[in-house]
């Protein structure tokens, strides 16, 4: 039931870290002729609630004589706490707000909300670890190829030589063949009588 009037005042509370069924708030009183602890007029059940946005944690106590003035206090690392049987003193961060003074009717019940306040307070003063910083992937080795890549000569391989075959019917003429078509010539007597029948002829027309 608290826990849902909470969130009525306050949506970002996301949990009640801890509670105590009652306590009666004190200020510290330190102007004029008699300083001292006055109440604040604010008696109630006192609530360390955690929100999901800063500040992170907070002091509530929740004021059952009026049900308006509620003690709301930001946790900070600037706290300074003090405690003795019974009672909870602290100073907030501001110095112009007064010295805080929480009475318990129990005891064991100040002892449990000192030690959690005491490691709230801890945790704020800690400094934040550092997150890890994201390593992008490494990128693919790409070996840089020259502008012009010369390429390797390549040395044409002597071919043999290839005699074409002759074709049916065709006479291949060499040397050897001309002499000896020559030779048969010169055996051939009609073919010498020609010969010397040119030769005559040519003669006499000289």
Same mark, same amino acid.
């Given at each position: 039931m608290e826990y849902q009037t909470l969130v009525q005042g306050d949506s970002q509370i996301e949990q009640v870290v801890i509670q105590s069924k009652f306590v009666v708030a004190y200020h510290l009183q330190q102007e004029g002729p008699t300083p001292g602890w006055r109440k604040a007029n604010i008696e109630g059940p006192v609530f360390v609630v955690r929100r999901s946005t800063p500040p992170r944690y907070q002091l509530i106590v929740k004021n059952h004589q009026d049900g308006t003035s509620d003690l709301v206090d930001d946790l900070h690392p600037d706290w300074e706490m003090d405690?003795?049987?019974?009672? %909870?003193?602290? $100073?907030?961060?501001?110095?112009? $707000? $007064? %010295?805080?003074?929480?009475w318990f009717h129990e005891d064991s019940e100040r002892i449990r909300v000192e030690k959690l306040l005491e490691n709230l307070l801890q945790e704020l003063r800690s400094p934040p670890a550092p997150q890890p910083v994201p390593v992008p992937p490494a990128a693919p080795q790409v070996q840089a190829m020259p502008a012009h890549q010369p390429q390797a000569p390549t040395h044409a391989q002597p071919q043999p030589a290839v005699t074409p075959a002759p074709a049916p019917g065709s006479v291949t003429i060499t040397p050897a063949t001309v002499r000896a078509a020559l030779h048969r010539l010169a055996d051939d007597d009609n073919f010498l009588r020609t010969i010397m029948d040119h030769l005559a002829k040519a003669q006499a027309a000289g």
């Amino acid at each position: 039931m608290e826990y849902q009037t909470l969130v009525q005042g306050d949506s970002q509370i996301e949990q009640v870290v801890i509670q105590s069924k009652f306590v009666v708030a004190y200020h510290l009183q330190q102007e004029g002729p008699t300083p001292g602890w006055r109440k604040a007029n604010i008696e109630g059940p006192v609530f360390v609630v955690r929100r999901s946005t800063p500040p992170r944690y907070q002091l509530i106590v929740k004021n059952h004589q009026d049900g308006t003035s509620d003690l709301v206090d930001d946790l900070h690392p600037d706290w300074e706490m003090d405690c003795q049987s019974k009672y %909870i003193f602290y $100073k907030v961060e501001d110095p112009s $707000k $007064k %010295i805080r003074g929480l009475w318990f009717h129990e005891d064991s019940e100040r002892i449990r909300v000192e030690k959690l306040l005491e490691n709230l307070l801890q945790e704020l003063r800690s400094p934040p670890a550092p997150q890890p910083v994201p390593v992008p992937p490494a990128a693919p080795q790409v070996q840089a190829m020259p502008a012009h890549q010369p390429q390797a000569p390549t040395h044409a391989q002597p071919q043999p030589a290839v005699t074409p075959a002759p074709a049916p019917g065709s006479v291949t003429i060499t040397p050897a063949t001309v002499r000896a078509a020559l030779h048969r010539l010169a055996d051939d007597d009609n073919f010498l009588r020609t010969i010397m029948d040119h030769l005559a002829k040519a003669q006499a027309a000289g």
